[in-house]
């Protein structure tokens, strides 16, 4: 597209803005308000939001980015990996008295004149009722851990609470940041948390304001001039849906958005990225890592020696050589591989058909007639889903697919938009197979009780269903303990476990390619968040 288009855009969106018209299909839109380009941001991704309660399941990196602009926890994690205050006055820490010598009592001081955006004012009530809910069993809050270790939360005033665990929590910072606060207010005499009309139309005390969604398009955010952290220096947020990647890194090339995040540019795009003028490319690494996700009540996967022949039939190098550039670092754990507690003496068993194939044949999964591997009327065949329009996702599935047929095993790749796949299909374990990134549940801490815990399958982040007393006790253990190199030594038992039986089968850690139009500035990435607009309140125009 040529620069003449891009001019044509802009007299368009003036157009429209002034009849309050949203333009449609092609991507191109105006808010309701005419402003000029440098009073709003036009944020892009591949995915779409569908919810937007921070304490109920998120799809991570999507969901929540309307956590960033609209909420606020108690503190955040900067881009060199500190803990800084956000709705806490300061962090509590053994040195200012604001936690016991024991680790047990958590004394938290909050701001002054902090406001929800309906004008109420914020308070511990908030704080108490935010805890309440996550610990309510009735609600499908995200995460529990350390929440579940609270014995008791008191509001000594409306600007201080004082929490005594029933023991020492050692992520205890983590679980608090990345949990956003809601509102008591509004929220106390909802019947249902998890079907409350607030999922859709929040409140918070966030930088921004929403002020529209149109499904399968976008949201407009306005900026909240009573923030407490000053009022951000852009009027207007769009946050744009746009499915496909390559169509996104188009949009990115002519102008027709000014930050593209999340999936962001593909990889076989990057040098070409790197060259292009008035444009910011830049290497994000994020906390996330890439598995196959198996579902093991499915009757294909219920044995864990099934699971993890198909693990060692796949090419996982070959997918980062090859469809990935050699840019995504192999990982063989949850974890990544510069994680203090990853474990170093685990060994790499990928690619290896040949003993894939005898495990098969030994768990008695012997092939058919047909060509595809059986057990008592069950066929070794099944799904493998993800986000429709991710080329490098789409590739790894169809390299796997063939590695799979290799030994026997007949796999169908069935994609749907985000939305879909992180849905009741996530969530109620519809799925067979998943091609998904996930990050440590509580925050860059290992502890990795909510994803596959036994008792998260209910009410938690195990979607896998996965169940394993040793790693139930092992993860107990974990929580509890304060000297690093004991805490090394268990959490790097769980790794080789999980990587003996594979739940989920680690691919690679993820490191994204985002660019922003050169003008747009603070942008700072933050390998410790899974919110791309961590710091939105102090993005500017140059």
């Known amino acids: 597209m040529t620069s003449n288009f891009i001019i044509n855009r802009r007299t368009l969106l003036k157009g429209a803005a002034a009849s309050g ?45 309307v956590e960033a602009l609209v909420f606020d926890a108690l503190w955040d994690v900067n881009d060199k990996g500190e803990f800084i205050p956000n709705l806490a006055a300061e962090l509590p820490t053994r040195e200012n008295g604001g936690i016991s010598e024991d680790g047990k009592t958590w004394k938290i001081n909050l701001k002054r004149d902090v406001t929800w955006s309906d004008g109420q004012p914020f308070t511990a009530r908030d704080v108490e009722f935010t805890y309440q809910t996550i610990i309510n069993p009735a609600v499908a809050a995200r995460s529990r851990s350390g929440f579940d270790l609270i014995d008791s939360l008191k509001v000594v005033d409306d600007h201080t609470v004082e929490i005594v665990l029933k023991r020492a929590y050692v992520p ?52 909240n001039p009573n923030y407490h952290r000053g009022a951000p220096k852009i009027p207007q947020f769009i946050h744009k ?19 593209f995040g999340l999936m962001g540019i593909p990889f076989d795009r990057w040098d070409e990225a790197r060259a292009l003028p008035d444009r ?89 007639a047909d060509g595809i591997r059986e057990k008592d009327g069950v066929k070794l065949k099944f799904t ?34 985000g939305s879909v796949v992180w849905g009741d299909y996530l969530t109620k374990h519809q799925y067979d197979t998943l091609l998904v990134a996930w990050e440590p549940p509580v925050g860059m801490d290992p502890d990795y009780s909510s994803r596959c815990h036994s008792n998260a399958i209910t009410n938690g982040a195990n979607y896998t269903q996965y169940k394993n007393p040793k790693v139930d006790e092992l993860l107990d253990l974990g929580v509890t303990q304060t000297n690093v190199e004991e805490r090394k030594e268990t959490y790097g038992k769980v790794q080789q476990i999980l990587l003996d039986e594979v739940p989920f ?7 994204q390619g985002n660019m922003n139009v050169s003008a747009l500035q603070n942008i700072k990435p933050n390998q410790y968040v899974t919110d791309a607009a961590w710091n939105v309140h102090e993005w500017s125009w140059a």
Request: charged fraction near 15%; include cysteine; aromatic fraction near 12%.
């Open 172 to 223: 205890f910072y983590w679980a608090w940041q990345s949990m956003h606060i809601v509102p008591h207010h509004l929220l106390s005499t909802e019947a249902d948390m998890n079907t409350s009309g607030f999922n859709a139309n929040p409140v918070g005390t966030g930088a921004y304001l929403l002020k529209s969604r149109t499904a399968g398009s976008h949201m407009v955010y306005e900026a």
């Open 280 to 368: 910011h490319f830049f290497l994000n690494p994020q906390p996330y890592v890439q598995f196959i996700y198996f579902n093991t009540e499915k009757p294909q996967f219920k044995d864990p020696k099934v699971r993890k022949a198909l693990y060692i039939a796949c090419e996982m190098q070959k997918s980062i050589d090859d469809i990935n550039f050699g840019s995504t670092p192999r990982t063989l754990s949850y974890l990544h591989t510069s994680h203090w507690a990853y474990n170093k003496d685990m060994k790499e068993e990928t690619a290896n058909p040949t003993l894939a194939a005898k495990m098969l044949d030994e768990a008695g999964w012997l092939v058919g």
């Open 241 to 259: 849906f746009i499915p496909d990647q390559l169509v996104a890194y188009g949009q990115m090339k002519t102008g027709e958005i000014d930050h």
């Open 505 to 511: 089968a680690p691919q690679f850690s993820v490191v």
């Open 21 to 65: 018209l949203i333009l449609p299909a092609t991507g191109l839109y105006a808010p309701a308000l005419a402003q000029s380009s440098r009073e709003r941001v036009i944020f892009a991704t591949t995915q779409e939001p569908v919810q937007f309660n921070p304490l109920l399941y998120a799809n991570g990196g999507t969901d929540t980015i």
């Open 384 to 417: 493998c889903s993800t986000t429709a329009g991710v080329p490098s996702r789409q590739a790894s599935q169809a390299l796997f697919q063939q590695n799979w047929k290799q030994i026997g095993v007949d796999m169908e790749i069935k994609n749907m938009p």
